[in-house]
């Protein structure tokens, strides 16, 4: 089918796999600007490599990828590799995250260049003539705009003034992955590709992200772990499996719900048409030497034309067989840890100090706040694994059996396999018995005799998962266990903390719908601050939404004047400023037009809906391939009229808010 004129990416029946292991096939989807979509699948299911096959880095086995010509691409990776790899990592911070920009790029380099070499010029005036034709020529290609535009996205994703000349290779991984996501994020591309974003960011960084996609014109397509991020950014989910690729014109959410109904009706389709078979083939074996013979002939020529209906394939259910189990373990002392003047510093830099904590049997504490805050280390002095210089004391409670999960995975040797990091903890299970236990955690086949060196980011929170959970525990201290884990485990870890875990837990985490479920208690880091609050993650936003002052909409930087010299620049931006009033008085007045078609259309499609339903109740008379084509029709209607549904809310919702801020008064009322 050819791409719509407004098509931004067409993907058609695509196919890939590797060797004789086919990943997916018939993926087929369209974006258009403004579209947002999330890609969801268990680890393993090709999310990834999906993305590199529309992002031009692999080339599929089958089916095509089409963008439309001139379609700018930003595409974040899960690897954290940078463009020009070589180039930009010999440079610093800003001139990475300008990179995208090369003309802009190039006269700041010349620039920097021109004014060091000022200093030494044997001809004064040339070289200062030199500097101010590049200065007017950088400024005419908007270089300072640019550049002041870049430093506040820094500064969004933890870049303070200082770092920006830092170079390149002395970040760190999770800077890195920051970095990279500003270098895609401020070409602010067409088609825009994320692979788990927010993994290394903090839950205010989160924030800030789910704002600035929301207020995107291009289209996304987002692969995240991140519920609550899927739920606030996308508007569409797409579903991957190796032989069905399923369309929801919904949120995560209200995904969740639509598959299961989705998988129910074809399931019981399946189901119908299978009695049918039995039946008739029992009907063939009775009579087919018989006095019915030709009734069995021709019973049996109707089956050889039946299109067979396959039992829906359900992608999460191997996904869903992970078991967390904790052992049974003795009960601890009601004072857990009681902790006096804890502090700690790191380089120049204090982290916390003059923190006092007590932890309760069977208090479930959340520990948040930004990244580099200081939440890891003050779990690791817990754990009783702090730095020689941490200071305070840590008194712990009687009968306790503490277990520590690291976010960064150091418990596991990448050299010895699945099976031999079980044995070295449990050294009494043979082979067999540590093959069984990790197939509790999806860790099974060869998978478990292979070096820990080759395993996914996935594989390896789950082993380390188990490792831990081998001996009895009544004390936890995580790290950010959901850093890698899908989204059926993280479900699945959630509620076996929830409601199989009777001790007392201490975790860091940025998914905030595992915290909302899990913490009873929080420990919340601002600045050097750190505050002990009562309620958990739930209680914990509420209060910080209804203290927060109203979120004005972001303006653009003033422009820095220029010394002793007019502006050349402000009747073009004078004449811009009203060009985008224009826009936005059309796109306005095309929003209420949108919002007019989209009520006929619901109620036009409400009514053929109806009926579809009422020729589905009737007795299908034997003819189950017709019933088949009804019941797709009737499903394709109904995603259909739930899209459009979806788009009058936001519309309208749009259109609520632009006339509030318009009715709003102005200044001082006249008497």
């Known amino acids: 089918m050819p791409p719509s004129s407004s098509f931004v990416l067409q993907v058609d029946d695509l196919r890939f796999g590797y060797g004789a292991d086919r990943l997916f096939e018939g993926v087929a989807f369209s974006l258009e600007a403004g579209d947002r979509l999330a890609l969801v699948a268990p680890n393993g299911a090709g999310k990834s490599t999906l993305l590199r096959l529309i992002g031009g880095e692999l080339a599929p086995d089958a089916g095509r990828v089409v963008r439309r010509r001139e379609t700018s691409l ?24 300008l990179s995208g920009f ?51 996205l820094a500064q969004k994703l933890g870049f303070g003034a200082g770092d920006l000349e830092r170079p390149v290779q002395s970040l760190s991984g999770g800077e890195r992955g920051r970095l990279l996501l500003g ?50 950014v996308t508007t569409q989910t797409a579903e991957l499996g190796a032989r069905t690729f399923r369309m929801f014109p919904v949120p995560y959410g209200r995904y969740v719900v639509q598959r299961e109904e989705e998988l129910a009706r074809e399931r019981a389709l399946a189901e119908r048409q299978q009695a049918l078979i039995d039946k008739t083939e029992d009907f063939i074996r009775r009579n087919i030497a018989g006095q019915k013979t030709k009734q069995a002939q021709s019973r049996r020529k109707m089956l050889d034309k039946l299109d067979p209906v396959e039992r829906p394939e359900d992608v999460w259910a191997e996904a869903a067989k992970l078991r967390v189990r904790f052992a049974e373990a003795a009960r601890s002392g009601d004072i857990v840890l009681e902790c006096h003047g804890l502090g700690a510093t790191r380089g120049d830099r204090t982290l916390f100090f003059g923190l006092d904590l007590l932890v309760r049997r069977g208090d479930r504490i959340g520990i948040v706040g930004p990244n580099g805050a200081g939440k890891s280390t003050l779990l690791k002095l817990l754990a009783g694994q702090g730095h020689p210089s941490d200071v305070g004391t840590v008194r712990r409670g009687t009968n306790l059996q503490a277990g520590y999960f690291d976010q960064h995975l150091g418990e596991l040797d990448p050299s010895r396999t699945a099976v031999e990091e079980i044995r070295r903890v449990r050294g009494d299970l043979n082979v067999d018995a540590a093959r069984q236990y990790l197939a509790r955690f999806r860790v099974t086949g060869d998978d478990a005799l292979r070096a820990i060196a080759g395993f996914s980011g996935g594989e390896r929170s789950r082993l380390a998962l188990a490792k831990l959970l081998l001996e009895p525990r009544n004390l936890l201290l995580l790290d950010e266990p959901t850093n890698h884990l899908d989204i059926p485990a993280c479900e699945i870890l959630e509620e076996a903390l929830r409601t199989g875990f009777d001790g007392t837990l201490l975790l860091v985490s940025h ?50 004047p220029r010394e002793q010299a007019p502006d050349p620049m402000a009747e073009l931006r004078k004449k811009q400023d009203f ?51 009804r019941v797709e029709q009737e499903r394709t209607a109904s995603r259909t009229l ?17 006339d509030n801020g318009a009715s709003a008064p102005k200044g001082t009322a006249r008497a």
Request: without cysteine; proline residues 4%; glycine residues 6%.
């Open 74 to 97: 930003g595409y974040y990776r899960q690897s954290h590799e940078l463009d020009a790899s070589k180039d930009v990592v010999e440079r610093t911070v800003l001139d990475a995250f």
């Open 102 to 152: 090369g003309e802009v790029l190039r006269l700041r380099r010349q620039l920097v260049a021109a004014r060091e070499a000022l200093g030494h010029a044997l001809d004064a005036d040339a070289a200062l003539g030199a500097l101010a034709r590049l200065e007017d020529a950088y400024h005419l290609a908007h270089g300072d705009d640019l550049e002041r535009k870049v430093e506040m």
């Open 183 to 232: 270098t895609v994020l401020a070409k602010e591309p067409d088609l825009l590709l994320l692979d788990e974003p927010t993994n290394h960011l903090d839950i205010e960084t989160i924030g800030w992200l789910e704002d600035w996609l929301r207020a995107f014109k291009g289209a996304l397509l987002v692969v995240s772990h991140d519920r609550r991020f899927l739920d606030r």
């Open 511 to 560: 998914d905030r719908q595992f915290l909302e479920n899990v913490t009873t208690r929080l420990v919340v880091f601002e600045g050097s601050n750190v505050q002990v609050l009562p309620g958990g993650y739930r209680e914990h936003a509420a209060r910080r939404e209804s203290q927060a002052p109203p979120r004005a909409r972001p303006s653009a930087p003033a422009p820095k």
């Open 579 to 629: 060009e985008d009033r224009r826009v936005a008085a059309r796109e306005l007045e095309r929003r209420r037009r949108r919002l007019a078609e989209l009520e006929r259309a619901i109620a036009a499609a409400e009514g053929e809906i109806t009926a579809m339903r009422g020729a589905l109740a009737e007795d299908p008379r034997g003819d189950w391939a017709a019933l088949a084509a």
């Open 642 to 658: 739930e899209g459009m549904v979806e788009e009058w809310t936001r519309l309208s919702e749009q259109l609520e808010a632009e």
